[in-house]
């Protein structure tokens, strides 16, 4: 998946516009860094497109501890959109990396994040239909 199609596949999931979809695209991965380890970062920057694996850069090995809300909350203040927008694109971001990366580098990403984050998404084997909160 190239660029182009890595930024319309987010835009189309919520159906918003590209252009609002690269900043939340940024953000998201961004965030995704600070939560993952610097190893699982870089081994999924590798398999993004060129123009976004700086987002997944980090400075240090370590995985920052926190939340879903937190995480919805950093992504909303880096691509400064609506708290619901924030959200939807994470999301659509997380679907659009789901089909952009190999099946076990994107279940090794998952697998670093707290278990709420499964509400989102899911690994690729077993996402044959959307997830059901609270049934």
Same mark, same amino acid.
């Given at each position: 998946?190239?660029?182009?199609?890595?930024?319309?596949?987010?835009?189309?999931?919520?159906?918003?516009?590209?252009?609002?979809?690269?900043?939340?695209?940024?953000?998201?991965?961004?965030?995704?860094?600070?939560?993952?380890?610097?190893?699982?970062?870089?081994?999924?920057?590798?398999?993004?497109?060129?123009?976004?694996?700086?987002?997944?850069?980090?400075?240090?090995?370590?995985?920052?501890?926190?939340? +879903? *809300?937190?995480? #919805?909350?950093?992504?909303?203040?880096? $691509? &400064?959109?609506?708290?619901?927008?924030?959200?939807? /694109?994470?999301?659509?971001?997380?679907?659009?990396?789901?089909?952009?990366?190999?099946?076990?580098?994107?279940?090794?990403?998952?697998?670093? +994040? *707290?278990?709420? #984050?499964?509400?989102?998404?899911?690994? $690729? &084997?077993?996402?044959?239909?959307?997830?059901?909160? /609270?049934?």
């Amino acid at each position: 998946m190239n660029y182009t199609e890595f930024i319309q596949s987010v835009a189309t999931r919520p159906k918003m516009s590209p252009t609002l979809a690269e900043p939340i695209t940024r953000a998201t991965l961004a965030t995704l860094a600070e939560r993952l380890s610097g190893g699982q970062a870089r081994d999924l920057a590798m398999q993004l497109p060129e123009e976004l694996r700086g987002d997944l850069r980090k400075p240090d090995e370590q995985a920052e501890p926190f939340e +879903l *809300p937190e995480f #919805f909350e950093r992504v909303q203040q880096r $691509a &400064a959109v609506e708290f619901q927008t924030a959200t939807d /694109g994470v999301r659509a971001v997380l679907d659009t990396l789901r089909d952009a990366v190999s099946a076990k580098e994107y279940e090794d990403s998952i697998a670093q +994040l *707290p278990k709420e #984050f499964w509400q989102l998404t899911g690994p $690729a &084997a077993t996402r044959l239909e959307p997830r059901r909160i /609270g049934t």
